[in-house]
């Protein structure tokens, strides 16, 4: 984590922002700028020293970002260049990042709102949770219906996830960023309801070799959601155990409790002669509280 924090600090421009180089000449970008930001948030939540010039400096070039695109969306009304006809999800990220700092505009946040057609289930996903966070219950209700109708569940498999058409190669048409960033609402408004977990199960069946997705990035965003519906559902705290039956026989069992959760040896294996001819029933039973992944 400090190595971490001591390139992105040595990587700043001189402007305040991040470009995709560091150096001489670089240029700051919003994407870059507003990632690093976010990344510099999460750190300080979680008391991680910061030398508070760096982050307040992202800040402030964040918000000059946001000045000058919301100009922009006002120079459309009488086509003074430059202008944009509608607001986009770089626009829906930034305003993300600085509403988690208490520093939301309300005017970019009414046409990010009035123009929520025009963002990908991603931009939808990052506005609603802006919008709860800034305390709007009648627009974080609209965005959620508008996010639903690309709400895939399958009740057989206990899964969900959201279908976005947007080209999977742009950063706003990640289907996995925009599952984990729906589920960190659903964390927050509804952790008990019956979607969440089936969005924690359908990321979990679809990692990469079972242990990450398919970019650092996505993957540590799959990882904050799911942290916050642990501490929102209190699945850290279960006590709960697993049982595999092959037959009539136990095969194993493994507990998991509070103190071993991410220690556990949850591996029971069988191979060889263990592994009996014909036909077989496999079981695996559970006996306490709490699910099973």
Same mark, same amino acid.
């Given at each position: 984590?400090?190595?971490?924090?001591?390139?992105?600090?040595?990587?700043?421009?001189?402007?305040?922002?991040? %470009?995709?180089?560091?150096?001489?000449?670089?240029?700051?970008?919003?994407?870059?700028?507003?990632?690093? =930001?976010?990344? +510099?948030? !999460?750190?300080?939540?979680?008391? !991680?020293?910061? =030398?508070?010039? =760096?982050?307040?400096?992202? +800040? /402030?070039?964040?918000?000059?970002?946001?000045?000058?695109?919301?100009?922009?969306?006002?120079?459309?009304?009488?086509?003074?260049?430059?202008?944009?006809?509608?607001? &986009?999800?770089?626009?829906?990220?930034?305003?993300?990042?600085?509403?988690?700092?208490?520093?939301?505009?309300?005017?970019?946040?009414?046409?990010?709102?009035?123009?929520?057609?025009?963002?990908? !289930?991603?931009?939808?996903?990052?506005?609603?949770?802006?919008?709860?966070?800034? %305390?709007?219950?009648?627009?974080?209700?609209?965005?959620?219906?508008?996010?639903?109708?690309?709400?895939?569940?399958?009740?057989?498999?206990?899964?969900?996830?959201?279908?976005?058409?947007?080209?999977?190669?742009?950063?706003?048409?990640?289907?996995?960023?925009?599952?984990?960033?729906?589920?960190?609402?659903?964390?927050?408004? &509804?952790?008990?309801?019956?979607?969440? @977990?089936?969005?924690?199960?359908?990321?979990?069946?679809?990692?990469?070799? /079972?242990?990450?997705?398919?970019?650092?990035?996505?993957?540590?965003? !799959?990882?904050?959601?799911?942290? $916050?519906?642990?501490?929102?559902?209190?699945? /850290? $705290?279960?006590? =709960?155990?697993?049982?595999?039956?092959?037959?009539?026989?136990?095969? %194993?069992?493994?507990?998991?409790? @509070?103190?071993?959760?991410?220690?556990?040896?949850?591996?029971?294996?069988?191979?060889?002669?263990?592994?009996?001819?014909?036909?077989?029933?496999?079981?695996?039973?559970?006996?306490?509280?709490?699910?099973?992944?």
């Amino acid at each position: 984590v400090t190595t971490g924090v001591n390139r992105l600090t040595n990587m700043q421009n001189g402007d305040g922002g991040w %470009g995709w180089f560091s150096g001489a000449g670089e240029t700051s970008g919003a994407h870059t700028t507003a990632t690093v =930001v976010r990344g +510099l948030q !999460v750190a300080v939540q979680n008391e !991680v020293a910061i =030398v508070p010039d =760096v982050l307040q400096r992202g +800040l /402030a070039w964040l918000d000059q970002y946001q000045a000058s695109e919301l100009q922009k969306l006002k120079n459309a009304a009488t086509k003074t260049e430059p202008y944009k006809t509608q607001p &986009d999800n770089l626009d829906a990220l930034v305003f993300h990042v600085l509403a988690s700092e208490d520093r939301a505009n309300p005017e970019m946040q009414t046409f990010l709102y009035e123009g929520r057609q025009h963002l990908s !289930v991603y931009g939808k996903s990052l506005l609603a949770w802006s919008t709860h966070k800034l %305390g709007n219950a009648e627009q974080t209700t609209m965005l959620r219906q508008n996010i639903e109708q690309f709400l895939v569940e399958d009740a057989e498999n206990e899964t969900a996830y959201l279908r976005d058409e947007t080209s999977w190669w742009y950063w706003y048409g990640s289907q996995i960023e925009a599952t984990a960033m729906y589920l960190k609402l659903l964390a927050a408004q &509804d952790p008990q309801g019956t979607v969440a @977990p089936r969005l924690v199960k359908y990321l979990l069946n679809n990692r990469k070799h /079972a242990t990450y997705w398919n970019s650092t990035r996505d993957t540590a965003m !799959v990882i904050e959601a799911f942290a $916050d519906y642990l501490k929102a559902t209190g699945e /850290a $705290d279960a006590n =709960v155990a697993a049982e595999v039956w092959l037959g009539e026989k136990r095969l %194993g069992r493994v507990e998991f409790t @509070p103190e071993n959760l991410f220690t556990v040896n949850n591996t029971i294996a069988i191979s060889g002669n263990a592994v009996p001819s014909g036909e077989q029933k496999l079981e695996i039973r559970r006996i306490g509280n709490g699910p099973l992944y």
